[in-house]
């Protein structure tokens, strides 16, 4: 008496030897299925990792620079006074327990900013004068690009010192050849030029001189625009509701205190904002990708109808069959799903090499990049997969 034959069993090596075979025999295809994919994925990552490279480089920047600075300013507010801030105004402040330093930058507004003195009346050029005071620079936790920032030395001496957007305005890229500018109807020797300064960008594009130059040179009357405050971190709130009283005990309504920190972190929620329309953009595509997918296993059922009759004659189950389009669609979904992870690295780390940032790519986002195109090419195999189950066997066969 024969034995009875055994069973047909598929393997997990022989479902992984099946599917491999159905996507190489189609390589053109598989390739272009895989690329939604890959562009959802890698859109996403390099979203997340952007955004996380980007929070690192604002954290990085907020504890060099400190969040325990104020910025005081005159406005026109309800009162009856001139809106300006009093001459006395810095020295009031230093009076402050929790104040550590305050320094005032004060506008010359009878003085523009000129490579030189062949200037067409009325051409303001766009940059400012401001006459500063020699603690400035320490205050605002600037630095120097080129040179020296002003000084007890040069305090009577016409000097100036340039920021960062107005240096490379009038084309000044070094100082080693003695450089001027022409300020109002004077010529003053650059001795300096400021890195970008974070906290006071306005800063950036004008020209620094010192208080004495600006009234012995200029004319300027050195009425403060501008107060810059540091105090102890832990006083801060308290520093901020006395300032405007303080600065101005007659009319502390025309005081505006800001703390230029806050436009950083304003900043930062701005470009959290864009992450999460980005990510919607990633899903979207990552969902045109399973469409793809879903699309091309459904062609492939059709077209391999006679392979499928000749499985299921040879022993091949409906689990069997299911077994082997799903598991192309997972497949494929995969590939697609690490050549996006590693895409959106790429993207992450050309972007931060560009912008100096330190290199972080989220871990969640690479399990979760592949996770969510295994999840999308399940279900966009299961409906291919179910029909190419439930194709008959002799129906099947005649496609041969």
């Known amino acids: 008496m024969n034995a009875p034959i055994p069973p047909s ?15 190489r025999t189609r390589r053109l295809r598989s390739i272009l299925s895989a690329l939604g994919i890959v562009i959802g994925i890698g859109a996403m990552v390099a979203v997340l990792g952007l955004s996380e490279s980007s929070k690192s480089d604002l954290l990085s920047q907020l504890d060099e620079l400190g969040t325990n600075m104020l910025q005081a300013t005159g406005t026109a507010g309800i009162g009856i006074g001139s809106g300006e801030l009093p001459e006395e105004s810095p020295a009031m402040v230093g009076r402050i327990g929790p104040v550590e330093t305050v320094t005032s ?13 062949f200037i067409p009346a009325g051409q303001s050029g766009g940059l400012t004068v401001y006459a500063a005071m020699p603690n400035l620079l320490e205050t605002l936790q600037g630095s120097m690009a080129q040179g020296v920032f002003l000084d007890q030395a040069s305090a009577d001496y016409p000097v100036a010192v340039l920021g960062s957007v107005t240096a490379e305005r009038l084309g000044i890229r ?11 109807d004077e010529w003053f020797p650059v001795v300096g030029i400021m890195d970008s300064l974070a906290l006071s960008p306005d800063l950036d594009r004008a020209a620094l001189v010192s208080t004495t130059a600006a009234a012995d040179y200029l004319g300027a009357d050195l009425v403060p625009t501008k107060l810059y405050v540091r105090a102890n971190p832990a006083d801060i709130g308290d520093v901020r509701n006395v300032l405007p009283a303080t600065v101005n005990p007659e009319n502390p309504d025309q005081v505006e205190v800001t703390r230029p920190s806050d436009a950083l972190e304003a900043r930062e929620a701005a470009e959290s904002a864009l992450t999460s329309l980005f990510l919607g953009l990633g899903a979207v595509a990552l969902l045109v990708g399973g469409v793809g997918i879903a699309n091309v296993m459904v062609i492939s059922v059709l077209e391999r109808r006679g392979e499928i009759g000749l499985r299921r004659a040879l022993g091949a189950t409906k689990r069997h069959i299911s077994v082997q389009f799903l598991g192309e669609s997972l497949m494929l979904s995969f590939i697609g799903g690490v050549g996006g992870v590693v895409l959106g690295a790429l993207i992450t780390a050309g972007y931060a090499v560009l912008r100096d940032w330190d290199i972080l790519i989220p871990a969640a986002a690479i399990v979760g990049g592949i996770v969510a195109s295994l999840v999308i090419g399940a279900v966009a195999g299961l409906y291919p997969a179910r029909r190419a189950a439930s194709v008959s066997p002799t129906e099947a066969l005649r496609a041969l």
């Open 9 to 23: 069993r598929l393997t997990s090596a022989d479902a992984l030897r099946a599917a491999g075979v159905g996507l």
């Open 105 to 117: 930058v004060s506008e010359v507004p009878t003085a523009n900013v000129y490579r030189n003195d």
């Open 174 to 184: 070094s100082l080693e050849v003695p450089t001027r500018v022409w300020l109002g």
